[in-house]
């Protein structure tokens, strides 16, 4: 069985930085895609960055500039550096990957992490 284990999130002045941290765990044969979303109180869940295995990104517009995704692949882990946080940057962050292949399967699945929360005060 796969799980996504985030880390990192917290409470930071608006201004501030934080790292998120995600690492995939099981007897993983590949990942495809990994990101980060995110969902603020009565709000849909977003895309903020994504990172593919090749490294390609792509960032939401309201983060760009501001927030850097990179990832490991032999760590099978993903990070989110958050720089100039702000009020509205205030949500559950969740580390999300595509198309892991176990050992022994056939095709790929897609898994999410559980959350972290990120509070930026004004």
């Known amino acids: 069985q796969v799980q996504l284990v985030e880390s990192g999130g917290g409470l930071v002045q608006t201004g501030g930085s934080l790292r998120l941290s995600c690492a995939a765990s099981?007897?993983?044969?590949?990942?495809?895609?990994m990101g980060w979303y995110r969902q603020a109180s009565g709000k849909q869940r977003e895309l903020v960055a994504a990172?593919?295995?090749?490294?390609?990104?792509n960032y939401a517009g309201s983060v760009k500039g501001r927030f850097t995704i990179s990832r490991d692949n032999a760590k099978n882990a993903v990070y989110l550096q958050m720089n100039t946080l702000k009020p509205e940057d205030t949500a559950v962050y969740y580390c999300?990957?595509?198309?892991?292949?176990?050992?022994?399967?056939?095709?790929?699945?897609?898994?999410w992490g559980k959350g972290t929360l990120v509070t930026v005060s004004s």
């Open positions: 099981g007897t993983i044969f590949s990942v495809g895609a």
């Open positions: 999300n990957a595509d198309r892991v292949v176990v050992a022994g399967a056939l095709y790929g699945k897609e898994y």
């Open positions: 990172i593919t295995s090749g490294g390609f990104t």
